[in-house]
T-cell receptor, first 116, second 112 residues
Framework: NAGVTQTPKFRILKIGQSMTLQCAQD?????MYWYRQDPGMGLKLIYY???????DKGEVPNGYNVSRSTTEDFPLRLELAAPSQTSVYFC???????????????FGSGTRLTVV | QKEVEQDPGPLSVPEGAIVSLNCTYS??????FMWYRQYSRKGPELLMY????GNKEDGRFTAQVDKSSKYISLFIRDSQPSDSATYLC????????????FGTGTRLTIIP
């Protein structure tokens, strides 16, 4: 089982450049998420999706865009990269939980992005 | 005030000790509580899940939730060097896994 696959694992961008972080899951999960993790700051939600064609902003959406054309894929687009976007980015997916059973999020292994 | 507060540590304990990790929160709507473990340069993985108040035990791990005090805990018994990781609490008020709010994580080192 591949789970959640993120590419690339590492990337260095120059200020003003753009890039797309790829995320794919093969578990048929409806819910998908993008988080960023900065030292001492925990995980901050950027965008999330509850199904194909549906996306919504999280806590820190500025400077990012997403799309969800299929259940499997949830790419994150950075336009006009800034040093403040230097971070580790995690994609995650989950099925809908219940009170009794909750499988939580399955996270990818992360993309380490540096903007210089 | 942050919605979820967690002592970042670092916390170092000898092998075999009991470890206590804690989070406090301010949003009374939270009712789904989780603990994730994150090894260095890896994504977090779910360790424990608890709905509403109470205790839950899984092997050497026990999760406790006290909604009246807005306080959750994770206990690790007979700690092992392989338990060395960052532990993040997470919680949500949304039924069905939407939008977890995470603590900042506590970095734990078990000394052999």
């Amino acid at each position: 089982n591949a789970g959640v696959t993120q590419t690339p694992k590492f990337r260095i961008l120059k200020i003003g450049q753009s890039m797309t972080l790829q995320c794919a899951q093969d578990m048929n999960h409806n819910y998908m998420y993008w988080y960023r993790q900065d030292p001492g700051m925990g995980l901050k939600l950027i965008y999330y999706s509850v199904g194909a064609g549906i996306t919504d902003k999280g806590e820190v959406p500025n400077g990012y865009n997403v799309s969800r054309s299929t259940t499997e894929d949830f790419p994150l687009r950075l336009e006009l990269a800034a040093p403040s976007q230097t971070s580790v980015y995690f994609c995650a997916s989950s099925p809908r939980g219940t009170h009794e059973v909750n499988y939580g999020y399955t996270f990818g292994s992360g993309t380490r992005l540096t903007v210089v | 005030q942050k919605e979820v507060e967690q002592d970042p540590g670092p916390l170092s304990v000898p092998e075999g000790a009991i470890v206590s990790l804690n989070c406090t929160y301010s949003n009374s709507a939270f009712q789904y509580f989780m603990w994730y473990r994150q090894y260095s340069r890896k994504g977090p993985e779910l360790l424990m899940y608890t709905y509403s108040s109470g205790n839950k035990e899984d092997g050497r791990f026990t999760a406790q939730v006290d909604k009246s005090s807005k306080y959750i805990s994770l206990f690790i018994r007979d700690s092992q060097p392989s338990d060395s990781a960052t532990y993040l609490c997470a919680m949500s008020g949304d039924f069905g896994n939407e939008k977890l709010t995470f603590g900042t994580g506590t970095r734990l080192t078990i000394i052999p």
